[in-house]
């Protein structure tokens, strides 16, 4: 596509449930990541996939979260049994490996009530 | 540990005023440094960007420069817009050679221009 693309844009959930958010990177960039924003907050790392490496899992903030990406397609971001602190922007950007560049998506708005 | 550090968190100046945003950076080897504009409810976009050779450059009212010595860039705004309220993000890429292009992310300073 010609953009990174994020579903949904929009996401309200009840405390608990699981919720799986995807990104689309733009073809062929091989390096993808996830950051989240709360409300006011700054950007927040929560995992990089580049390529076929082992993702940087770092950032992920408990057990709840993870996230899948086959090859250099679409990723998953999945949070189970949400809690009201997961409420925030969860953003995703690809790029190409070795450029400098990086393409965000609009984001999907979290919201756990 | 690679890391890209902005200063301050958030700022709020009158419309007309100028401003100047930090970052600062552990990233080595460095490749080079992009500073983004996020508008609320949207996805960050590209400002600028510098790379090791260059210490000064201008996009309108914005101004980067870079110390690659010090490892500190910053973004100075003149005569603010209420269009420029917006959090701006710091990106700086390692050399490919070492960590395959990584771009470090900045968490950001939010920027409030008042009337």
């Known amino acids: 596509g010609a953009g990174v693309s994020q579903s949904p844009s929009n996401k309200v959930t009840e405390k608990g449930k699981d919720v799986e958010l995807r990104c689309d990177p733009i073809?062929?960039?091989?390096?993808l990541y996830w950051y989240r924003q709360r409300l006011g907050q700054g950007l927040e790392f929560l995992i990089y996939?580049?390529?076929?490496?082992?993702?940087?899992k770092s950032g992920l903030p408990s057990d709840r979260f993870s996230a899948e990406r086959t090859g250099e397609s679409v990723s998953t971001l999945t949070i189970q049994r949400t809690q009201q602190e997961d409420s925030a922007v969860y953003l995703c950007?690809?790029?190409?490996?070795?450029?400098?560049?990086?393409?965000f998506g609009q984001g999907t708005r979290l919201t756990v009530v | 540990k690679n890391q890209v550090e902005q200063s301050p968190q958030s700022l709020i100046i009158l419309e007309g005023k100028n401003c100047t945003l930090q970052c600062n950076y552990t990233v080595s080897p460095f490749s080079n440094l992009r500073w983004y504009k996020q508008d609320t409810g949207r996805g960050p976009v590209s400002l600028t960007i510098m790379t090791f050779s260059e210490n000064t450059k201008s996009n309108g009212r914005y101004t980067a420069t870079l110390d690659a010595d010090t490892k500190q860039s910053s973004l100075h705004i003149t005569a603010s817009q209420l269009s420029d309220s917006a959090s701006y993000i710091c990106v700086v890429s390692a050399d490919r050679g070492s960590t395959l292009g990584r771009l470090y992310f900045g968490r950001g300073t939010q920027l409030t221009v008042w009337p």
């Open positions: 073809s062929g960039h091989t390096a």
């Open positions: 950007a690809s790029s190409l490996t070795g450029h400098t560049e990086a393409f």
């Open positions: 996939f580049q390529g076929n490496s082992a993702p940087d």
